[in-house]
């Protein structure tokens, strides 16, 4: 799966899962709440009769003449005898603040209920009864809400990453038709761009013939091409190529990477100013490092002035080329490494060279530095 | 010795005010059958607290009637109303506070032995 299909498809994920937990969250939670109440009444409902059944009791120890009389508890609640004036009568418990005025009430996780009586059986105008609530069930409710609502997040997350794929195949099909395109494309110019340099090059060795400066025109068209092409063919492996990663000698690369820009740099009557240090050796696949310092150098090149400065530095650390070109501001350095992107359209190319320079640098952990002015020139140094 | 005589003073009330709750109240109750335990649920279960059943008490001996009593028409039948009662306000209070103690319910309510 293509980077940018990732991200549209990941970015679709959070907003759907997003939407659709928010409101299974919702309806869960009215739900529980709902059901939390309903098991709460059912227990308001059974203090209700254990009060009724209390009434009837108190009623028969107040018609009874025995010489003590018997309060009957039960192992379910507790109970306790209120006179009118709300003064404690007898029970067994003594609460310590009751609203005699709520029938129901909660306190400390647990249920008291105030009946009122009339008439006064044993004195009492309110029975008190107190229960723990039964939190069981609503434990158990909630318990099972969560799980419902995980199970629900990953039958939603299947489908949505389902109804994702199936939303962005048509741009992914898009894609892929382009990129067969490019790569057709480009395997068909590779031939002939070929066949360009190779005869060049039998012209300037075995003919000392008219026209040089045409000849070496051709080349450095042929030349870009040939770059354009090996870029593209490195993008369109997306990286993932196979690397050769070992010791290269990367001042006897720079050296031929120079030579190869030469006629360029001698077309636009460049100076190049060289502080190479040599047999410096980092560890890097050849390919990598072509594609690396061509990229810079044909920037480097690209973007200069006619009679500008070329200075290119490599030592034990680094590699940096600087131009006299016209240089960037700091909004065009932030957007400098996308793909496609181009801070300046007066040259040629397609915005693809410094996204290959940062997937190499992030690739081998190296550090990259842009230093610009606009109308100055720009260096660009890259540690390893 | 002035504890003692202290002591001996409060005993000699307390007898004299004992004695005369029965003479004044129970020895009359008791000739003619009333039954007291009786006549304190009725009160209990109409006036719940023990200020209330003071308070209409007291009322209905100073000025019994028919209207007032908490006994059933046919019990003023049987045992005609009551004179009205001529002792002294203090005096009246303090009997029906004896008559409440006497036959007080809550301190016949016992927990059930676990």
Not at chain 1, 72 to 84: E, R
Not at chain 1, 125 to 143: D, E, G, H, M, T
Not at chain 1, 160 to 167: A, D, H, N, T, V
């Amino acid at each position: 799966m293509l980077r940018s299909e990732k991200k549209s498809l990941f970015r679709f994920l959070v907003i759907y899962m997003i939407t659709t937990m928010a409101l299974f969250t919702l309806a869960s939670t009215l739900f529980f709440t709902y059901e939390k109440h309903r098991f709460l009444d059912e227990q308001r409902d059974l203090l209700g009769t254990y009060s009724e059944i209390l009434t009837n009791k108190i009623r028969t120890l107040h018609q009874s003449s025995l010489p003590k009389l018997v309060y009957p508890t039960n192992k379910n609640y507790h109970s306790a005898l209120f006179d009118i004036n709300k003064a404690y009568i007898f029970g067994d418990f003594k609460p310590n603040s009751i609203d005699f005025n709520q029938p129901y009430q909660i306190q400390n996780k647990t249920l008291y209920h105030v009946k009122q009586v009339i008439p006064y059986y044993l004195g009492a105008a309110y029975i008190v009864l107190k229960s723990p609530i039964n939190r069981v069930p609503i434990q158990k409710l909630f318990k099972h809400t969560l799980l419902f609502l995980l199970v629900a997040f990953f039958i939603f997350l299947i489908l949505g990453y389902f109804l994702g794929r199936l939303f962005i195949s048509p741009m992914r099909q898009s894609f892929e038709k382009m990129n067969h395109f490019i790569q057709d494309t480009t395997h068909e110019l590779n031939t002939p761009i070929s066949t360009i340099l190779t005869n060049i090059e039998l012209l300037d060795t075995l003919y000392d013939c008219e026209g040089k400066e045409e000849r070496k025109r051709i080349e450095i068209a042929s030349k870009t091409l040939s770059r354009l092409y090996d870029d593209m063919t490195y993008l369109k492996l997306n990286n993932k190529h196979h690397r050769e990663i070992k010791e290269c000698d990367i001042s006897q690369l720079l050296h031929e990477r120079i030579l190869y820009f030469t006629s360029m740099i001698e077309s636009k009557k460049i100076t190049l100013e060289t502080k190479i240090v040599d047999n410096i050796t980092i560890m890097i696949d050849q390919n990598d490092a072509i594609r690396l310092i061509d990229n810079l150098l044909s920037n480097a090149i690209k973007y200069n002035k006619q009679k500008g400065l070329l200075t290119i530095t490599l030592d034990l650390k680094h590699l940096s080329i600087a131009d006299s070109g016209v240089g960037m501001n700091d909004e065009e350095i932030k957007k400098i490494f996308r793909r496609f992107e181009r801070s300046n359209k007066s040259e040629g190319g397609f915005g693809i060279g410094m996204d290959i320079v940062n997937q190499i640098i992030s690739f081998y952990n190296f550090k990259i530095d842009i230093h610009s002015k606009e109308s100055m020139g720009t260096k660009v140094s890259v540690r390893w | 010795m002035v504890k003692i005589i202290y002591l001996l003073a409060i005993v000699s009330t307390l007898s004299n005010a004992s004695q005369s709750f029965e003479d004044t109240c129970i020895q009359c109750h008791q000739d003619q059958e009333i039954p007291n335990e009786v006549i304190y649920k009725r009160y209990l279960l109409k006036y719940s607290s023990d200020t209330n059943i003071r308070e209409a008490m007291v009322n209905y001996l100073k000025n019994p009637m028919a209207e007032r009593t908490i006994m059933p028409a046919q019990f003023i039948t049987i045992f005609g109303l009551k004179e009205a009662c001529t002792l002294s306000d203090e005096k009246l209070n303090q009997l029906v506070d004896e008559f409440i103690n006497k036959y007080d319910i809550k301190r016949k309510i016992v927990l059930p032995q676990k």
